[in-house]
């Protein structure tokens, strides 16, 4: 029943780092293989939008509005 999406606010980057180290995506951030779930862009902090929490997954999502617009839609799903 754990279907529900958390949205993490990225208030501060430096959290965003320890929050990154905290679910050993780190690495992956700074060598760009983090990806846009939905444009495939890699996620960086200049683009950096949110990041879901799906089960066990993170799911990570750029700033575009597109992207954005459809992060809406998934949260509304009930995805
Ligand atoms: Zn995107």
Redesign the pocket.
């Known amino acids: 029943m754990e279907s529900r999406i958390k949205t993490l606010d990225l208030l501060h980057y430096s959290d965003l780092e320890q929050f990154l180290k905290n679910i050993k995506k780190y690495n992956d951030f700074k060598e760009g293989k983090i990806l ?6 890699p ?1 960086t902090l200049d ?1 950096i ?1 949110a990041i879901l929490l799906r089960k066990d997954d993170f799911i990570f ?4 509005e ?2 954005y617009t ?1 992060y809406l839609q998934i949260q509304s799903e009930n995805w």
């Open positions: 846009c779930k939905f444009c495939n862009e996620i683009n939008c999502l750029c700033n575009k597109s992207c459809n």
